[in-house]
């Protein structure tokens, strides 16, 4: 019969954790995490067929810390890979296509007030739109129009762009 030193254990249970930590910063899809839960399991087997003092106990011990840590961590991985990929949903990169109401006059060369995302921005039009009127005055879009989000210029100042069509009440927005 052989007899497996309790070294072989321990060292088994110190990779099942190094496997652990070693997981959480890899993108690996759970696969040392398995191989962490299976390490800790062989190494409190190894602890028992070494005959240690209270082995069952400690085998028992680390079931459990394997299945909570294995739980654990596959539920972690499991949520952040499904963030991955999706935009920004705060601060101004969450704000890039949003739409809101004009609430002071938005003109290419002078700012107006915008509500988006329920604060008021100042905002100014990201390029002129065509209008029929005369070519003398600035292109401004109206109070109570809505206006898409494109970007942001100096000083944090909104860049908008008109959601309807000029002189056509038709609505850009296809969502």
């Given amino acids: 019969m052989m007899v497996i030193s309790p070294l072989i254990g321990l060292i088994l249970i110190l990779l099942g954790i190094v496997l652990f930590i070693v997981d959480l910063s890899l993108t690996n899809h759970g696969l ?45 991985l499991g949520s952040l890979g499904t963030t991955k990929g999706r935009g920004a949903l705060t601060g101004k990169e969450g704000m890039i296509g949003e739409v809101g109401m004009v609430r002071r006059a938005v003109g290419v060369e002078t700012w107006g007030w915008v509500f988006v995302h329920g604060e008021l921005w100042r905002a ?16 401004v879009v ?34």
């Fill in 32 to 76: 040392l995490t398995a191989g962490g839960i299976v390490t800790l399991l062989a190494g409190g087997l190894a602890l028992l067929g070494a005959g240690v003092p209270y082995s069952g106990v400690l085998l028992g011990a680390i079931v459990v810390v394997a299945m909570v840590m294995g739980g654990v961590l596959m539920g972690l």
């Fill in 124 to 139: 100014e039009l990201a390029f002129a739109p065509e209008q029929s009127g005369s070519r003398e005055t600035e292109a």
């Fill in 142 to 175: 109206g109070v109570g129009s809505k206006v898409r989000v494109v970007g942001f210029g100096e000083g944090g100042v909104v860049q908008v762009v008109p959601v309807e069509l000029p002189g056509r009440g038709l609505d850009r927005d296809v969502s």
